[in-house]
């Protein structure tokens, strides 16, 4: 009886030691230290800074600005095309807007990459999109692009529902064309919102001036 006792208890305590010794997490090493240090310094360097740091101007981190330029890169590469289907779907979804297009009134979808004054609207809408993408790690160089962007769309008498309505369908696009994943979308959700933000702040003055 005392023998099965003690064998039991020693098959306690030998249990709990076998608990303690994995869950125990064994100190780092000074060679492991110095691989993580330089890991973070190396990510530091090739961000620029840290990658997940909130730019107070744009409200995008280094990572996310990375995300908005590598997704957007097949779209810019045939900006002509994905700029025209861009509109097409704009048109689809808010016929009325067509109505600031004269120059493809009456024209067949198929047609409008054909007159050259849609064409070019198409082109300058893409290059400034690009602009807009390409210096994201420059927030304040396109705030003042948006402002310049607000002030001529405002004097077209274009409305701040107008924009809005282009952003559902540039989200709809990039979910069923890009396949983005929901963090690179998030993405390009704070970034438009930054954009319309000093779109906005010029767009509704040029709307109140006149």
Same mark, same amino acid.
């Given at each position: 009886?005392?023998? $099965?006792h003690?064998l039991?208890?020693? =098959?306690?305590?030998?249990a709990?030691? =076998? ?9 780092k090493?000074e060679a ?7 890991g ?9 800074g840290?990658?997940?740091?909130? #730019?107070?101007?744009?409200?995008? $981190?280094?990572?996310e ?12 590469a ?11 779907? %704009?048109? $689809?979804?808010?016929?009325?807007a ?8 009456? =024209?067949?979808e198929?047609q409008? /990459?054909?007159?050259?004054?849609f064409?070019?609207h198409?082109i ?18 396109v705030?003042?692009? =948006? ?5 001529s769309?405002g004097?077209?008498?274009?409305k701040e529902q #107008?924009? @809005?309505?282009?952003? @559902?369908?540039?989200?709809?696009? %990039?979910?069923?064309? /890009?396949?983005?994943?929901?963090? $690179? /979308?998030g ?6 919102d930054f ?11 040029a709307e109140q001036?006149?």
């Open positions: 009886m005392i023998l $099965t003690i039991s208890t020693l =098959m306690v305590v030998t709990l030691a =076998m608990f303690v010794k994995s869950n125990k997490t064994e100190p090493t492991e230290d110095n691989k993580e240090n330089m973070g310094l190396l990510s530091y360097i090739w961000w620029g840290d990658p997940d740091e909130v #730019n107070p101007i744009s409200g995008l $981190t280094r990572r600005v990375n995300l908005i330029q590598k997704s957007w890169a097949p779209v810019n045939d900006k002509a095309a994905n700029g025209a289907e861009l509109l097409r779907r %704009f048109f $689809t979804a808010y016929p009325a067509k109505e600031f297009f004269k120059m493809i009134k009456g =024209m067949p198929e409008y /990459l054909e007159n050259p004054q064409k070019a198409v300058n809408l893409m290059t400034a999109l690009n602009l807009a993408v390409e210096n994201l790690n420059q927030p304040e160089v705030a003042a692009m =948006m402002n310049k962007l607000g002030e769309h004097r077209r008498k274009i #107008n924009f @809005q309505d282009l952003k @559902q369908v540039i989200v709809k696009m %990039f979910i069923e064309v /890009l396949k983005l994943d929901d963090t $690179t /979308l993405a390009w959700g704070k970034a438009v954009w319309y933000k000093h779109i906005f702040e010029t767009l509704n003055k001036t006149r």
